[in-house]
């Protein structure tokens, strides 16, 4: 944003393949932004986003909490295997870009090292808010290998494929 902050949306497509499940998790480090907020959680039911509904611990509800420098949010669903649901995550991170004197950062940590279980794939797509040439652009991907390229609209997108078990996946992305 024209301001600095980050508006974030995570599609998360997940495959239950053993067991039951009646919840998800994800976990955003606190360290290096000022503040989260507008925190909003959805599926995808039969092609339509169904929001899920805040402060709740029932099914289709979500919850938030910060523990151990994170942001935890916790979403709820009726129980689940055998089966792909489609999720998505939005929020605001404030003070989250960082600037220094040879150009501003987004630097992005979109998976943590903390999942027990492989990720097929992740894409991650960095939007600056004017297009800037590519040239002018210092870009780079830490712990998951990864292929960058660069989209129509100068967005810069970062592809990982198979991403083993605590492995992160953090991308950076600077501009001037």
């Known amino acids: 944003q024209e301001n600095s902050d980050m508006l974030v949306d995570e ?11 009646r919840f998800g998790y994800r976990a955003i480090p ?12 959805s599926e995808i039911i039969d092609g339509v986003e169904r929001p899920y509904t805040p402060g709740s ?7 938030t909490s910060v523990s151990d ?12 295997g055998n089966s792909t649901h489609t999720y998505i995550i939005r929020y605001r991170v404030v003070g989250g870009l960082r600037f220094y004197e040879g150009g501003d950062q987004v630097w ?12 097929r794939s992740s894409r991650v797509t960095i939007t600056l808010p004017e297009t800037i040439a590519q040239d002018q652009l210092i870009v780079a991907s830490y712990g998951a290998e990864a292929t960058t390229y660069y989209g129509d609209q100068g967005q ?19 501009f001037p």
Do not use: C, M
Request: aromatic share 16%; no cysteine; charged share 20%.
């Open 30 to 41: 606190l360290d290096r932004v000022g503040e989260i907020t507008d925190v909003q959680v």
């Open 156 to 174: 810069v997108v970062f592809e990982a494929q198979d991403i083993p078990v605590d492995q992160e996946f953090e991308v950076r992305v600077e």
């Open 108 to 119: 992005w940590k979109a998976i943590a090292p903390d999942h027990n279980f492989p990720i």
């Open 11 to 21: 599609t998360q497509q997940i495959v239950f393949t053993s067991g039951t499940f």
């Open 69 to 80: 420098g994170e942001l935890q949010i916790t979403w709820y669903f009726p129980p689940t």
């Open 57 to 63: 611990t029932g099914e289709y509800g979500f919850t």
